[in-house]
């Protein structure tokens, strides 16, 4: 039992998103997690970049970012350089949540979580996210912790549930009519929520037949068939076919509802002193706005998989410790540790960058931070040291046997493989790195990758979009003009050559590359915003008007884009036509600070002050770093003396109407 003798459920279910779930819940479709929601708080949960699920679930299950917990990748090379296999357990650098529970006493199941193979020796019991694929494979024993399960929970671990007809039915009514080309779609279905279905049915074992103080179990369902279905869903796709939209169309919904009622069976085990709390480690574009990557090659495939997944995730949390209240606020992927410590009574690290979100928590205040979980401590169990390997150290070894001759015989493809996800998951770091602002590290990892792979424009991009952020100018100039040389016809990188002149004080160049990105013509959505905000950012309104028509006929429910064109108004003077988009995009979601930011200036200038004020603190709140937030509201509180004036709005932004004097003549009239 925690301290406070409660005990806490936590479910993961990668890639739920709220619209999607908003949608069943008014139909009545979930009425569990609904249930949940009334007596508990809901909220936004925003993700990390890159949004790549080992990545993002290892940090939920550290308080870390990927650049301390060290998962970078699904897979990693084999130490005998005999191919892949998946993420271990051993890669993971610092304690995860089953660690710091396990070392305080609390008795813990994890089921299925991204990098826990081999399963490590807490007290409790993991099953590992290395289940067998099928159910004639022998179980590898690191599957379990510990060895000495009942033999009918072994049983259970190594044989794959069967699913009936009737089963796969409830997801796929009209299965019988699935055409043979389209055979690897049903046989999907089943693989994947046969796996689902299994890890239900560990939980559930496991919730019944084991003590527990805390439990942890992984759903990777809605994200692995949401990669699949997803396209299919209503409304219908240009590219989807009628035939498959009748047939597909509805599977997405049946597989959130199928978690739902998983749910329900979940928290039948559940009483009134257990905290349960379902979250997600990023959404799911489910609207009109999908990504068209079924039609791609594999090799672009792979590269745009994650641009379905979208920036909030979702978080439900009821029981003991949870006010119930309705709360408008996100939080971050970085404060569910600290927030799942807290519930059980524990400290965060201060090596944890995110908080405890104590406004949801009844009145008490969570424990003062220790320094840090990580000294090794009775029970933690973690993995003796001499198991914990770096993958990317490994590789480097490998390499040099190869290079020396000493493992010539190992294939040519196992050898690219290793090349390939040694190079991604460096490709991961450096853009957790970017996401973090240590952007002269990142732009170092980035540079590395190009020196080494010049056919690999996006290497080169992440290399001048970081010496960008660094302030490095002189370099991102060079380094772009590096750029265009292997690859003359990228977009991309016309406009970063845009910046480039524009931040070393060469105007006519910079709208010179932006006519030459424009001329690359995309036709899509994302050239034109591309190209938009371009004209925009160096103060060519005129044509940065000229995309919003094209814009707003290509996207429905995209907030960025509303955003977009609503910062094109304000720059044009149209601001009240500014603040309507604004708003737009509030009405989709009320959790993001660039929508808020954006209304408040345009409030600002629609002389209301007092209103406007509301709202960048809103999108400060969102979003504490939020500079051009800070910045306007000192300037509308008077705050700013005139001399900075000038240069701050001019670093602000480029989307202040008519200068900045008809400003500071409206609000700062001596
Ligand atoms: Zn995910």
């Not at 409660?6 to 009425?31: E, F, N, S, T, Y």
Request: charged share 20%.
């Amino acid at each position: 039992m925690t301290k406070q003798g409660k005990k806490l459920l936590v479910i993961g279910w990668d890639a739920a998103d709220w619209g999607i779930i908003d949608d069943l819940m008014a139909k009545g479709r979930m009425p569990h997690l609904q249930r949940l929601i009334e007596k508990g708080v809901r909220c936004n949960l925003k993700t990390l970049e890159p949004r790549l699920s080992p990545l993002l679930w290892s940090t939920i299950a550290t308080g870390k970012g990927a650049d301390q917990h060290g998962i970078l990748n699904f897979v990693e090379p084999k130490p005998d350089g005999q191919g892949l296999r998946l993420v271990q357990s051993t890669t993971r650098r610092t304690k995860a949540l089953w660690n710091m529970f396990s070392q305080s006493e609390l008795r813990t199941h994890v089921v299925g979580w991204y990098a826990s193979h081999p399963a490590e020796p807490i007290q409790g019991v993991i099953v590992s996210n290395a289940l067998p694929e099928d159910s004639e494979t022998d179980l590898d024993p690191d599957v379990i912790h510990p060895q000495d399960t009942p033999l009918d929970f072994k049983e259970l671990v190594r044989s794959k549930p069967v699913l009936g007809s009737e089963q796969i039915s409830t997801w796929l009514p009209r299965y019988r009519e699935v055409a043979p080309q389209d055979d690897h779609f049903l046989k999907g279905l089943i693989q994947k929520m046969t796996h689902a279905h299994h890890i239900a049915q560990i939980s559930e074992w496991l919730l019944t037949n084991d003590p527990w103080d805390v439990s942890m179990v992984f759903f990777d369902t809605i994200d692995t068939m949401g990669h699949e279905f997803m396209a299919f869903r209503q409304p219908k796709l240009s590219y989807v076919s009628d035939k498959h939209f009748r047939l597909f169309s509805g599977v997405m919904d049946a597989v959130y509802e199928w978690h739902d009622q998983v749910l329900g069976r979940l928290m039948a085990h559940t009483n009134e002193n257990t905290n349960v709390v379902i979250l997600s480690d990023h959404g799911f574009q489910h609207g009109p706005g999908r990504p068209a990557t079924q039609q791609l090659s594999p090799d672009k495939r792979m590269e745009m998989e994650a641009s379905w997944h979208r920036t909030f995730g979702i978080w439900v949390a009821a029981g003991p410790q949870f006010r119930q209240m309705n709360d408008q606020l996100s939080m971050s992927l970085m404060d569910v540790a600290p927030t799942l410590l807290a519930i059980c009574g524990l400290p965060a690290g201060q090596d944890m960058p995110g908080r405890v979100i104590e406004e949801w928590l009844v009145p008490q205040t969570a424990p003062n931070r220790i320094q840090s979980w990580d000294p090794s401590a009775q029970n933690d169990g973690m993995h003796p040291p001499n198991r914990i390997s770096n993958p990317l150290e490994q590789v480097a070894t490998l390499k040099q046997l190869i290079d020396l001759g000493y493992l010539a015989a190992l294939p040519d493809d196992a050898a690219q493989q290793i090349d390939l996800v040694e190079r991604e998951s460096r490709y991961n770091l450096a853009g957790y790195l970017s996401f973090a602002r240590q952007y002269e590290k990142a732009a170092s990892e980035y540079e590395l990758l190009w020196m080494k792979n010049p056919s690999i424009a996006r290497y080169a991009t992440g290399w001048v979009q970081n010496l960008l952020s660094a302030k490095q100018y002189v370099r991102a100039q060079s380094a772009v003009q590096d750029l265009l040389h292997q690859h003359p016809t990228l977009v991309e990188g016309y406009l970063l050559q845009s910046n480039a002149f524009l931040s070393n004080g060469m105007r006519t160049e910079a709208e010179h590359s932006v006519e030459q990105a424009a001329r690359l013509n995309g036709q899509n959505r994302e050239h034109y915003a591309n190209v938009a905000n371009a004209w925009l950012n160096i103060g060519r309104v005129d044509k940065a008007l000229e995309y919003t028509r094209q814009l707003l006929n290509l996207s429905v429910g995209e907030p960025k884009i509303d955003i977009l064109v609503a910062k094109i108004y304000l720059a044009a003077g149209q601001i009240e036509r500014a603040a309507e988009k604004a708003l737009d995009a509030l009405d989709m979601s009320q959790a993001i600070p660039e929508a808020h930011f954006v209304l408040g200036t345009c409030l600002a200038w629609m002389q209301q002050p007092a209103d406007a004020l509301l709202c960048l603190d809103m999108a400060i709140k969102l979003q504490p770093d939020h500079v051009e937030a800070q910045r306007f509201t000192k300037i509308l509180k008077g705050e700013e003396i005139y001399d900075e004036f000038d240069s701050i709005l001019d670093r602000c932004n480029a989307f202040i109407p008519y200068g900045s004097n008809a400003f500071k003549e409206m609000y700062h009239k001596q």
